[in-house]
């Protein structure tokens, strides 16, 4: 079964670091570019940062560059994120997203994990 | 920057009703267009890619077209499950990925 499954979040303070884990199982992970999206209670989704199939290109969004940093690791078959100086519009649902080989869109989906930044 | 606006906000319909869903750009963004449908507690799904093709295992009550900065996701007969909010996505120059605010289509 093709699968994503995130981890790593959880309750941090304005200013903590966090890293996400994103771990790809089903598909041959070396072979797609990924991506970050986020969601904040209640809003819609939020794109957050890419990475291509072997890591050399690498973009984020304004809102978050500078201080997280996305990379993988092919012969773990992992996605991650790195999160520091957290601030509070941080907080949301964060999923790791697959980029269909052919096509511009997110094919596969890992369930989200939640992170919250609040003192 | 490219904005993709979706319209309506909220859309009421009855199952067995058809759905049309609205999602434009503010420049022209080709056919690089997808759909997604999101269900509380729910990570998003792909309907449509590239304006017009449908996902694998994507039902074909679901149909998408448009092409430039005018974009349609239309239901042609709702079913119970398909009550959601449904999200349009662009891929461009800068920022790589925008999605729309999306539209939640809930049972009138």
């Known amino acids: 079964e093709v699968q994503l499954v995130e981890s790593g979040g959880g309750l941090v303070q304005p200013g903590g670091s966090l890293r996400l884990s994103c771990a790809a199982s089903?598909?041959?992970?070396?072979?797609?570019?990924m991506n970050w999206v986020r969601q904040a209670p209640g809003k819609g989704l939020e794109w957050v940062s890419y990475?291509?199939?072997?890591?050399?290109?690498?973009y984020y969004a304004d809102s978050v560059k500078g201080r997280f940093t996305i990379s993988r690791d092919n012969a773990k078959n992992s996605l991650y994120l790195q999160m520091n100086s957290l601030r509070a519009e941080d907080t949301a649902v964060y999923y790791c997203?697959?980029?269909?080989?052919?096509?511009?869109?997110?094919?596969?989906w890992g369930q989200g994990t939640m992170v919250t930044v609040s003192s | 920057e490219i904005v993709l606006t979706q319209s309506p906000a909220t859309l009421s319909l009855s199952p067995g009703e058809r759905a049309t869903l609205s999602c434009r750009a503010s420049?022209?963004?080709?056919?690089?267009l997808a759909w997604y449908q999101q269900k509380p507690g729910q990570a998003p799904r792909l309907l449509i890619y590239?304006?017009?093709n449908r996902a694998t295992g994507i039902p074909a009550r679901f149909s998408g077209s448009g092409s430039g900065t005018d974009f349609t996701l239309t239901i042609s007969s709702l079913e119970p499950e398909d009550f959601a909010v449904y999200y349009c996505?662009?891929?461009?120059?800068?920022?790589?990925?925008?999605f729309g605010q999306g539209t939640k289509v809930e049972i009138k």
């Open positions: 996505q662009q891929r461009s120059n800068w920022p790589l990925w925008t």
């Open positions: 997203a697959r980029e269909k080989l052919v096509g511009d869109a997110f094919d596969i």
């Open positions: 089903g598909f041959t992970f070396s072979s797609y570019e």
């Open positions: 990475i291509s199939s072997s890591g050399s290109t690498i």
């Open positions: 590239d304006a017009s």
């Open positions: 420049q022209s963004v080709s056919s690089y």
